[in-house]
């Protein structure tokens, strides 16, 4: 049920009523939202750690440099789902918009840098193990920045 619709049930005025309505409707639509997110985040962590698992085993790449490609290219495929599907943002504001997932991109990346580095020098787990590990640390962190980054759609429209 869309927003529009609960608030012409609801008696006009009652303030409490469609603040409700209003919280309902954004907590179900952080839901989906979420669902999506996962999806798609889903795609690029088997696009990062399916070619950090090629680079690591099959050509013998040192970790941090297999890191920095696989993740750059499952981030490139994620920016433009998230953006396309998950968050449905259409702007004439692209490159702003980029500057700014590329800046929690960054921060993501060196997060990631720095739990494999952890993981693998310092825990001597095996750097697949690592990056599985990355990757469920890594995801709660992207959602959130992402949210934030795309927020103010959700909020002022």
């Known amino acids: 049920m869309g927003l529009e619709k609960i608030v012409s049930i609801i008696r006009p005025g009652n303030q409490a009523m469609e603040k409700y ?3 309902m409707c954004l907590r179900n639509k952080t839901i989906h939202q979420f669902c999506k997110y996962g999806l798609v985040g889903g795609i690029g962590a088997l696009i990062d750690f399916g070619l950090y698992t090629i680079l690591v085993i099959h050509t013998s790449l040192y970790y941090i440099l297999a890191n920095a490609i696989s993740f750059s290219t499952g981030t490139l495929v994620v920016y433009y789902l998230q953006k396309v599907w998950t968050f449905q943002y259409q702007s004439d504001k692209d490159a ?4 700014k997932f590329a800046s929690v991109v960054m921060v993501t990346y060196l997060l990631n840098n720095v ?8 825990l001597l787990i095996n750097p697949i193990l690592s990056k599985i590990i990355q990757i469920i640390i890594s995801f709660g962190w992207g959602y959130t920045m992402n949210k934030i980054l795309y927020l103010k759609r959700f909020v002022f429209e």
């Open 21 to 23: 309505a209003m919280q």
């Open 96 to 99: 702003y918009l980029f500057t």
């Open 115 to 122: 739990i494999l580095i952890i993981c693998i020098e310092f």
